[in-house]
């Protein structure tokens, strides 16, 4: 089960969003101002934050400023009812990943966690699709084209969907001489993209 924080000194958005986030199924921890946040933050293992940017004492700002510099790469939601661009770009750089802006409802919420999903499989996928390319370079270079294009062939088994796959194969086929076969991958890439 995910570990999410909830950081708002209003009791009403916390109890708004505690209650969206465990009927999602996450565990969820709250703090009422940064000096909770910061401590949780230290002693939990979280999955996910929400943060108010405006609260006394220590703002959302400087919470996020200070888990980042202490090496803490949660990821951050940032709740604000007064938007600007200034506070966009200087939560962005920090890495915040989302703002959710007041008020909001649980429909947003539930939009707002499923743009993440969708991102974090995005770049799951990127990843792997970066180390694939990887391992097919490293056995190109050591000439061990077969193992190559079983590898490629297990990974369209595995996703037959991703052009990319298919023009890595092509591409190793046209390494080995083979241009029939790299014609014909090449040619499905270009269907998947």
């Known amino acids: 089960m995910k570990t ?29 101002n940064g000096k909770e946040a910061l401590e949780l933050f230290e002693k939990e ?3 996910l934050a929400f943060l108010d940017i405006k609260m006394p004492e220590l703002s959302g700002t400087e919470v996020l400023k200070r888990i980042r510099e202490q090496g803490i790469e949660t990821p951050v939601i940032i709740i604000t009812a007064f938007a600007t661009v200034k506070n966009a770009i200087e939560c962005t750089r920090m890495g915040a990943v989302a703002y959710l802006q007041k008020p909001f409802t649980a429909d947003k919420v539930l939009h707002v966690l499923e743009e993440l999903k969708l991102k974090e499989q995005q770049e799951k996928e990127q990843l792997e699709q970066e180390n694939l390319e990887a391992q097919v370079r490293k056995l190109v270079e050591e000439r061990a084209f ?3 294009v079983d590898l490629l062939k297990k990974a369209i ?3 037959p969907s991703k052009g990319e796959t298919y023009k890595l194969l092509g591409n190793v086929y046209s390494i080995m001489g083979n241009e029939e ?6 040619n499905a890439a270009k269907l998947f993209n």
């Not at 076969?181 to 090449?186: I, Q, S, V």
Request: glycine residues 2%.
């Open 4 to 32: 999410v924080l909830v950081v708002d000194d209003t009791k009403n958005i916390r109890i708004l969003l505690s209650t969206c986030l465990e009927l999602e199924g996450y565990r969820v921890l709250t703090a009422s």
């Open 157 to 159: 088994c595995a996703d």
């Open 146 to 148: 077969n193992k190559a």
């Open 181 to 186: 076969l790299a014609n014909k991958f090449h």
């Open 45 to 47: 293992e979280l999955d």
